[in-house]
């Protein structure tokens, strides 16, 4: 697959001297949409952004491939790394798009189902069956080889790369493409995506320069569980039990452990500097959270509600204008308690 021309917007930056999480917060606050390009040796990420928000990511590390999720958390640290380079492309927010979903795609099919087609035949099958995906197109003769992006059947963006290296998009390439395959027909490898969907940044991870509001909530909302327990203990140390929980479960929550991991917990509040996954994070922190609590006798929790509690941690919530999609009191606070109440 070839990825879309684009805009260059900058080439051959050094890793060793270009802060990334610097660059993403900047094409972040101009909602930027295309992709970000990371090349080291044997190693090949790719990061693709709509209007500032990435939506899915793409990494090849000799010979492990990883999409989605997976790809951007393993992008962020190899982009610390020193020795590589960096490339940045605009691109319409329908082309972004439209990569994202070829970076899901998988094989259509038998690859000898569209053998007998032609190629105009092979685009007319794909339109009627409005296809959501890409197709690898190889041409004898050094005529080069390209790739056609399809949404919904219909095509968004047509690539292809000669045999010296040259690389033309456009709509004029698709039409190139039948031409030359009434002289010459191609290699045709045709793939799809069945459900397409893309990643949605306040689910997926805790970006610092994206959830600022988020972290600060949750500066306030330990300040609210330290009260709790405050009132149920007579000695009640909470960041420094917290700090010592964190490093006891930072084996499996690495970014826990209070002094190399990315999350940083006191009394001032929290601070994140790297981007976590963020189903991993509220896993990490209701299982410390819960080896707090306890800690106190569970008759000292008789008069207490959980409703209350999730209200009140609802208010806390509300008042940083965290979305219901990104945190869900009821449910967070039921983990949190979760083997308490006798």
């Not at 000799?62 to 590589?84: H, M, S, W």
């Not at 004029?172 to 969907?197: D, G």
């Amino acid at each position: 697959m070839l990825l879309p021309k684009g805009v260059a917007k900058h080439q051959n930056l050094s890793t060793s001297f270009t802060r990334f999480d610097q660059l993403l917060k900047d094409l972040a606050e101009n909602r930027f949409s295309g992709y970000v390009k990371l090349n080291f040796w044997e190693y090949e990420g790719v990061l693709v952004l709509d209007t500032g928000r990435i939506i899915e990511g793409y990494s090849s590390e000799q010979g492990v491939y990883l999409t989605g999720e997976n790809a951007v958390l393993r992008i962020f640290p190899k982009a610390r790394e020193k020795d590589g380079s960096i490339e940045v492309y605009a691109l319409s927010s329908e082309v972004a798009l439209a990569l994202a979903y070829a970076l899901q795609s998988l094989p259509y099919g038998d690859e000898n189902a569209l053998s007998n087609y032609s190629l105009a035949q092979v685009f007319d099958r794909l339109e009627r069956e409005a296809v959501t995906g890409y197709v690898d197109l190889e041409f004898s003769g050094n005529r080069g080889q390209g790739t056609v992006y399809f949404m919904e059947g219909i095509v968004v963006e047509s690539v292809i790369m000669s045999s010296t290296g040259k690389i033309v998009g456009g709509e004029q390439v698709y039409h190139k493409f039948l031409q030359i395959s009434e002289l010459v027909q191609p290699t045709v490898r045709v793939y799809r995506v069945m459900n397409p969907a893309f990643i949605v940044e306040d689910e997926a991870f805790i970006i610092p320069w994206q959830h600022q509001k988020y972290v600060h909530f949750w500066g306030e909302f330990l300040q609210y569980v330290n009260h709790l327990m405050k009132d149920r203990l007579k000695k009640n140390n909470f960041y420094d039990n917290f700090s010592e929980l964190c490093r006891e479960v930072s084996d499996h929550y690495p970014f826990l452990h209070p002094h190399s991991g990315s999350v940083h917990i006191s009394p001032r509040g929290m601070e994140v500097d790297s981007v976590l996954h963020h189903p991993a994070f509220l896993q990490g922190m209701a299982i410390v959270l819960n080896k707090m609590l306890r800690q106190i006798p569970p008759r000292r929790f008789r008069k207490l509600s959980l409703e209350e509690v999730a209200r009140q941690v609802q208010k806390l919530a509300r008042g940083h204008d965290i979305p219901e999609n990104q945190f869900k009191p009821e449910k967070f606070i039921a983990q949190v308690f979760r083997g308490i109440f006798q």
